[in-house]
């Protein structure tokens, strides 16, 4: 959609690496080229817990409830459009 970079798994990881302590494991089914020293979730005893792709938003604490409705209802609106719907396996 507009040409612009697709967020994955890699460019999360690396951006939530740079956010946050580093987090438990990843939901991948081997470790990401991203973060290489995070465990899988399988590693950490968790065989059944695999997500190659998945979406998400975030904000920061204290985020506005107007602010929070409102990016939940666009991208519950934005997920129904069909080039959108079209990426969904």
């Given at each position: ?11 999360t ?5 740079r956010?946050a ?6 939901l991948q ?12 979730a399988?590693e950490?005893?968790?065989?059944d ?5 998945w979406?998400?938003?975030l ?9 929070r409705s ?7 609106e934005i997920?129904?459009?069909?080039e ?6």
């Open positions: 959609m507009g040409g612009g970079m697709r967020p994955s798994a890699n460019t990881i690396d951006a939530t690496c956010l302590p580093t987090p438990p494991c990843t089914d081997e470790r990401t080229s991203a973060a290489p020293d995070i465990p899988t399988i950490q005893g968790f065989p817990i695999v997500a190659d792709n979406f998400g938003l904000a920061p604490a204290g985020t506005p409830e107007i602010a409102s990016l939940v209802f666009t991208a519950y997920n129904r459009l069909g959108v719907s079209s990426l969904k396996g």
